[in-house]
């Protein structure tokens, strides 16, 4: 997963994006959203109220969506996150095609990016409405601050949920303060059953 600082610096500064309509589960509200980029090709519900935006990355190596808390100022701590990035399959250098083996190739590097270690509870596969997934968990240290002198580490907890849809591996994340992460667990499980594929015009 590649967090995209440079998003949640726009987002922060108030760079926002048409909401749609919204529901309600799990004691949240929720906004429909429809990525505008066709290599993302989905829609998906995320918490009423949280910013969001669209990247790319250099040579089309990838589509990324981003849902992020709101922050009260610039200067502001670590927020939580939500996102959903799309690779190519082909550009993974994945000697396996399936399921498990693409999920193993991803989640393993970015364990080691992170220099992480996988929480207690071990990877295992779900059923979404989407298509069948790999679920797992991992925890390691990140800066509290962003672009701010005297940063201390925090340590936290990433979800990842990894699906494939035809050529494209679909990377659906949710990052919180370890002490924090069980506020917006049920929101995640409601955000990665929401994510529906769709063909978008380019």
């Not at 295992?124 to 800066?143: M, W």
Request: with cysteine.
């Amino acid at each position: 997963m590649v967090f995209r600082r440079d998003i949640f610096t726009a987002l922060v500064s108030g760079v926002l994006m048409v909401s749609l309509v919204s529901c309600s589960s799990n004691g949240f509200k929720y906004e429909k959203y429809t990525a505008k980029d066709p290599m993302l090709g989905l829609k998906v519900e995320y918490i009423k109220g949280w910013m969001h935006g669209e990247s790319r990355g250099s040579n089309n190596s990838y589509a990324e969506v981003f849902f992020g808390e709101p922050a009260k100022d610039k200067s502001t701590s670590f927020k939580p996150f939500m996102n959903i990035l799309v690779r190519d399959i082909a550009l993974l250098g994945a000697g396996s095609k399936d399921l498990d083996g693409i999920a193993d190739i991803i989640i393993s590097k970015n364990i080691k990016i992170h220099r992480a270690s996988e929480v207690s509870l071990p990877r295992a596969r779900i059923k979404l409405p989407a298509g069948e997934a790999v679920d797992s968990s991992f925890e390691f240290e990140t800066l509290d601050k962003i672009y701010s002198v005297g940063n201390s580490k925090i340590k936290v907890i990433e979800r990842e949920v990894v699906l494939l849809k035809d050529s494209k591996a679909y990377i659906l994340s949710y990052r919180n303060r370890q002490e924090d992460f069980s506020k917006y667990s049920k929101a995640f499980d409601h955000f990665i059953r929401s994510l529906r594929f769709e063909q978008v015009s380019p």
